[in-house]
Every structure is written in structure tokens, then in C-alpha cells.
């Protein structure tokens, strides 16, 4: 006989002791209701988290950026602060022509927050000085269309071109012009638009329409900013070679350590031993939001894991309820020509027809936590952190009810199997 | 009509503490297709430890069943399984009905353990077999609609349904009243005109009294095996 011929009838016997004892099953299958429920919404939650997490790394450039900023000297060097040249082009120059392992060098200049206007419309937004390399660096890039970055050229002939980040085109444009080859105004000088930068929007972060002045979130900032070739910077608006920072990108982010210690060493060398720099990289921001990641995984799974175990001793309970009151029906059975793998089957059945019920509703359950968590996240935040519940997760957490219902199961259904006809069917 | 069972020399023995019963001290026992057997004794006597024996439920301790000529005293759990549900067949005293099951599905329920389980065809045996004990009026009822001489027939109709060698009737109108008991017994003998060996435990004489042949049992011993 084929497994399903045997498992049909099995299922459907299953489903009817559940209608006949309505208040006991639901009961039994609470436990895998909450189980599956928290633990579809945990593993929901905790990705959206670590999405947003990543998408966070990611958007300061990710883990292989170093970045190196100006700083002042320390104490016991405070005295030599005369010395101290900051960090100028041919640092650029040297780590370029010594560290290969940097694979692309970005020098900064920070102008400052000024503003910036076309036809008496205004924003106020950071002025950035930068060369090609910004792009690369800072892992952002230009849209097909959208004109085009700072190019060698621009740094060669210090150019007045400028790049406009998307929520800044979106401040200072109506949407019926081109910003593309329109003149603005920085800081009171003439720069032509020559292109626009992509717009960051996260799936697991909303950003808001760039119109609304007030609005935006924590990510707006991304997308605003101005940037200008570094040469035009330092000679029309600071007026010395001084650069605000370097962004540095490895290419291979396990050379991070080795990366960060060369750089260090050719910049002392090339300071004169003064320590007038920070050199800072992304990996202890991955660090902590791993811990967090691995903290919450760890102790919501742990909840869910509970309440899976908690929930296959329900079954197995009421399932060695429910065998001790049919003893004579598994008797009956047995007399008629049911062999004991007939019975562990159908209790097996049985014990498999809970859990996967209960799993469904904990699915629903879990889709009604993900909701609420979402609105309150959305209420409390002014980014929408989405977290979008997920076919392969949901099928996880029924696969992990089924297993739980059928381990369970194997027990009260072994018993069932064994017993003995003549002595079931004596049992009043 | 051929020999159907040839028992020789059964023993059943239970250990109960330090104590062991013999059940069963030496049955020799031949039985042909056919036959109405009333098996009579007192309670203790060995005639359920025979019927469960012989009906497959237990294995004798030491001793030779010939069933349809093969030797059955030693099958495995599951070979019993299989001749419980393809050559026996039970009536209880207390129906043995299953609750919550239809008559129909009551009735079919030996069928669902064959290897040849085929739905449609099963319900069209168990159809037949209710509509043979005169119950095809109450196909979609459940057992607890039923009077107990109606639950007895169609206790009969499951034990017929499979077509088996012998059907064993365990005090088959232990819990009837009078008008009933005539017509159960009439249905039981009835199958004998199909070749089904009738099997009648009991010991109510009055029973006995119906059956060609009967056996009287004590201590585990055959005392008396007459025919009439």
C-alpha cells in the first residue's frame, strides 16, 4: 500500500479528534502557536534590523573605508603644533605611490555649511571639496543621465563645477527644471551643475520626499551636500593646502589591520612624527551592531526555541491524553488487522495535524506582531524601518512546527503501537 | 467442506507473579468450513485464551495451529495483523464500535488495513455487507443512534465484510434483550450457508444450544467436544 493510501485516511482521522475535542487541541497547539509566532516575528525583526544595520555600514562608505581626519596634536606634542602641516595633496601622493593595498584615495576639503542658491531659491548645506576617487570611496555613483562627477580635468584647471546631492537638486530646483548645466551660486561664486548623485533609499529605510523641508530622516543627510573639485576649494574658498580629511578604500577588507597600520606609519613619517591625524575605519560599527545582531538572534531565538519545546510537550501530552481515553479504540484497531505501524501512524498523523494547525495560526500571529512592531517602530521613528515578513522565514518557522509536532508525536504514537490488543480491548 | 483449523497439542501459559497459569493444557482441536461452534465454559476455563489464539490476537507458548494448511502457531505481529484482517473476523458482547465513525466507516474499517485499500472499493464492500445483517438504512448514522441489536448487526456486518475463513462471536448477546438475541443468532448462523466457520463463545446454554458442535472447556482441557 502507498504511503499517502495510508496516510489519507490517517490525517482525516486526525482532523476529526480535533473537531471532537475542540477546547483541548487549541490548547495543545498554543504552544506552537506562540512558538512559530515568535519566532517568525523575531527572525522578521532582527533581519529588517540587521538590513538597516548593514545598509547604516554601508552608507559611511562600508568596511573597507579607512578614513583619516585632521586632529589636533596631542599634549605632549602640543608644543611642536607650529610643525604641524596638516594633511595636505602630497600625503595623497605618497600613500598612493607606497600603499598598495589602498586602492582608491579620496582627499576632502570641508568648506563648511553654506548656502546655496538658483533664482531666489536657497539650501543651506556642507560644501565638500573631493576628487574622482569620492565616488569609489564613498560608495556612491551617478545615475545613468545625470550628468557626470568631478573629473581629473576639474582638478587639474580647478573648474567651477559642482555635483548636487538629491535632496539639495530637489531644494533648489522645481521638478520642471533640468538642474543639469544650470549656474548656481556657492557661497556667492558662480559653479556650473554637472551632475546629481544617486539618491540613497534603503529598503529597510524610507527616505521622505526631499521637498519637504522639515521632514527627512536620519538619512537625509546622505543625500544632501554639494561637492566641488578639491583644487577649486582650496584655492577659491580656504586659501591654503590644507585638506579636512582623507577617505581611504582597501580592497580586500581582511587587509583593514595591515591598511590602517601602513597608513599610520607613512603618515608619521611624512608629519615628522606628529600625531596630527585620526585614523578611524567602520569595523568597530560592524562590531557592535554584530553583538547586537547576535544578542538579539541569540535571546529571541531562545524565547522562540522555549516556547517550540514548551509547545511539543503540549502535544505529547495531550497525545498520551488522547491515546489513554481511545486504549479500546487502538484495541478495536488492532482486532480488525491494524498493525502497529498502522496506529504509530495514525497518531503520528494526529500529533502532525496539531502542529501544523498551530502552526498556521502562529503564521497569522506572527504576521499581526510584525504589524503592530512596524507601526510602533514607525511611530517612534521617523524612518519607516519596514520589516517585510518573508515566504522562506514563514516556511521555516512551519517546517520547525512540524518537526516539533512529529518528535513529539513519535512517543505517545510508539505507545499506541505497542499495546497489546486483548489487553486494550479489557480496558474500560 | 475441507479441514479449516487442526490444533494439536496447544499450550498457553501466563506468568502472573511467581504463579504460572496454564490456559491452555493440551488443546487438539479440528475444525472444518462451515462448522457452528459453540465453545461453553466457565470463566478461567481457557476459551477466550483459544478464541484470542485462534483469532489471531496471541501466540499459543508451545503447540501447532494449522490454518488454510500452513503452520500459524509462531507468525510474527504483523503476519497476524495481516490474517486478522483478511481471514478473521470479531463480534463482541460490547460491539466494539468505534464512536466516532459513521456505520459505514464502522464497517469498512477492516478493509483500511489491507494492502489493497481502495476507497470506493471498500465502501462498496462495507454497502454490502450492512445491506447482508438488513442495516443499509442507516449508512451515515454513528454507533450511539443505534439500538444495541442494531450496533450488533452491524458489529457483524464488519466481521463479514473482509470475507473471512471464521468469525468469532465473544458472548454475542451478552448485552441484548431477548427480542434481539433470536435474530443475532439467525444472522450468525445464516453465514454458514457462505462457508464462513462460526465460532460462538459463551456460556450462556441457551447459545450453545444453537450451534451444531459443541465444546465444553475447564481448566484448559477440552472436557467435552459434541456434536449434534
Known amino acids: ?428 | 467442506m475441507g479441514s479449516l483449523v487442526t490444533i494439536r497439542g496447544l499450550h498457553k501459559a501466563y506468568h502472573m507473579g511467581d504463579e504460572t497459569v496454564h490456559a491452555l493444557d493440551g488443546v487438539d482441536l479440528d475444525f472444518d468450513r462451515g462448522e457452528y461452534i459453540a465453545i461453553l465454559g466457565p470463566s478461567g476455563s481457557g476459551k477466550s485464551t483459544l478464541m484470542h489464539i485462534l483469532g489471531f490476537m496471541d501466540q499459543p507458548t508451545s503447540g501447532s495451529i494449522i490454518f488454510e494448511g500452513e503452520e500459524v502457531s509462531s507468525l510474527g505481529a504483523d503476519r497476524r495483523a495481516w490474517y486478522r484482517s483478511n481471514r478473521v473476523g470479531f463480534v463482541f458482547q460490547s460491539f466494539n464500535l468505534l464512536p466516532r465513525l459513521t456505520v459505514l466507516e464502522n464497517v469498512a474499517l477492516p478493509l483500511l488495513y489491507r494492502e489493497d485499500s481502495d476507497r470506493e472499493a471498500n465502501e462498496a464492500a462495507a454497502k454490502h455487507a450492512l445491506e447482508r445483517v438488513g442495516m443499509s438504512h442507516r449508512l451515515e448514522h454513528r454507533p450511539s443512534q443505534l439500538s444495541g441489536g442494531e450496533r450488533q448487526r452491524v458489529a457483524i456486518a464488519r466481521a463479514i465484510v473482509g470475507k473471512p475463513s471464521i468469525v468469532f462471536a465473544d458472548e454475542p448477546t451478552g448485552n441484548l434483550d431477548v427480542k434481539n438475541v433470536d435474530r443475532i443468532l439467525d444472522l450468525l448462523g445464516s453465514l454458514l450457508a457462505e462457508g464462513i466457520t462460526v465460532i460462538v463463545v459463551t456460556h450462556d446454554l441457551g447459545v450453545a444450544a444453537r450451534a451444531r458442535r459443541i465444546i465444553s472447556m475447564r481448566a484448559g482441557k477440552v472436557q467435552e467436544d459434541r456434536r449434534q
Open chain 1, 1 to 428: 500500500m502507498r504511503i499517502f493510501d495510508r496516510l489519507r485516511p490517517a490525517v482525516i482521522n486526525g482532523l476529526r479528534e480535533l473537531q471532537a475535542n475542540k477546547v483541548r487541541s487549541l490548547l495543545s497547539m498554543s504552544g506552537i502557536i506562540l512558538g512559530v509566532a515568535s519566532l517568525v516575528a523575531m527572525v522578521t525583526v532582527v533581519q529588517g534590523m540587521v538590513g538597516n544595520f548593514r545598509q547604516f555600514v554601508d552608507a559611511m562608505g562600508g568596511i573597507e573605508k579607512i578614513a583619516v581626519d585632521r586632529q589636533a596634536l596631542p599634549k605632549e606634542q602640543e608644543h611642536l603644533a607650529e610643525l604641524s602641516e596638516g594633511i595636505t595633496l602630497r600625503d595623497v601622493d605618497q600613500i598612493r605611490a607606497t600603499i598598495p593595498l589602498i586602492r582608491n584615495i579620496s582627499p576632502e576639503v570641508r568648506v563648511g555649511w553654506s548656502s546655496v542658491v538658483y533664482e531666489g531659491r536657497e539650501a543651506v548645506t556642507l560644501i565638500l571639496g573631493c576628487t574622482p576617487d569620492y565616488l569609489p570611496v564613498a560608495k556612491r555613483w551617478i545615475d545613468p543621465g545625470q550628468g557626470r562627477f568631478i573629473s581629473d580635468l576639474d582638478i587639474l584647471h580647478r573648474t567651477d563645477v559642482v555635483i548636487l546631492g538629491s535632496s539639495i537638486a530637489a531644494d533648489l530646483f522645481p521638478p520642471n527644471v533640468d538642474p543639469l548645466g544650470k549656474v548656481i551660486r556657492v557661497k556667492g561664486k558662480r559653479f556650473t551643475v554637472v551632475g546629481l548623485l544617486n539618491n540613497i533609499e534603503g529598503a529597510g529605510m524610507q527616505i521622505r520626499s526631499g521637498n519637504s523641508k522639515g521632514g527627512g530622516g536620519m538619512w537625509r543627510w546622505r543625500n544632501s551636500g554639494v561637492f566641488i573639485p578639491v583644487t577649486t576649494a582650496t584655492s577659491k574658498f580656504t586659501g591654503n593646502d590644507h585638506l579636512t580629511g582623507l577617505g581611504l578604500r582597501i580592497a580586500d577588507a581582511n587587509d583593514l589591520q595591515h591598511a590602517v597600520d601602513q597608513v599610520e606609519r607613512s603618515l608619521l613619517q611624512m608629519h615628522h612624527g606628529l600625531k596630527d591625524f585620526n585614523i578611524s575605519t567602520n569595523e568597530e560599527t560592524l562590531e557592535s551592531f554584530k553583538k547586537t545582531e547576535s544578542a538579539f538572534k541569540l535571546s529571541l531565538g531562545g524565547v522562540a526555541a522555549i516556547s517550540l519545546f514548551i509547545g511539543g510537550i503540549g502535544i505529547m501530552n495531550v497525545m498520551l491524553a488522547s491515546i489513554n481515553e481511545r486504549i479500546r479504540e487502538i484495541g478495536v484497531r488492532k482486532a480488525v488487522g491494524a498493525r502497529g505501524s498502522d496506529l504509530f501512524l495514525q497518531f503520528l498523523a494526529e500529533a502532525a495535524v496539531i502542529s501544523v494547525l498551530g502552526g498556521v495560526i502562529g503564521l497569522s500571529v506572527s504576521i499581526g506582531i510584525v504589524w503592530l512592531m512596524n507601526y510602533i517602530l514607525t511611530q517612534a521613528i521617523p524612518t519607516q524601518a519596514v520589516a517585510t515578513l518573508d515566504w522562506k522565514i514563514m516556511a521555516q518557522g512551519l517546517g520547525f512546527s512540524v518537526i516539533v509536532g512529529l518528535v513529539a508525536g513519535v512517543y505517545p504514537a510508539l505507545r499506541a503501537a505497542k499495546l497489546d490488543p486483548i489487553e486494550a480491548l479489557r480496558h474500560e
